[in-house]
Nanobody
């Protein structure tokens, strides 16, 4: 049974930082592409950052230079360091693992950027 458990969301002021973490179990984590997605009510879920099994990372343009994704295959964890947060970063953030057309999702963690 695949489980993805996210942590680290919360309320932060504009310009602040948060670090999201996702712990995976039930899969051979190292061979999966892993990533973070976010969704706000009424909008489609969007990919924020992904990192392949080979370590290649990709970011949506709006977070480039502010967010950094990393993975620890030994611990089966993926993290998202979010700096210089903006109100428009407010969303529910979801951890995702993907391989060969199979997707698994975490339960989501709320990130709110507000003064």
């Amino acid at each position: 049974q695949v489980q993805l458990v996210e942590s680290g969301g919360g309320l932060v002021q504009p310009g602040g930082s948060l670090r999201l973490s996702c712990a995976a179990s039930g899969i051979p984590f190292s061979i999966y592409t892993v990533g973070w997605y976010r969704q706000v009510p009424g909008k489609q879920r969007e990919a924020v950052a992904t990192i392949t099994s080979g370590g290649t990372s990709n970011y949506v343009d709006s977070v480039k230079g502010r967010f950094s994704i990393s993975r620890d295959n030994a611990k089966k964890m993926v993290s998202l360091q979010m700096n210089s947060l903006k109100p428009e970063d407010t969303a529910v953030y979801y951890c995702n693992v993907r391989r060969a057309g199979k997707d698994y999702w975490g339960q989501g963690t709320q990130v709110t950027v507000s003064s």
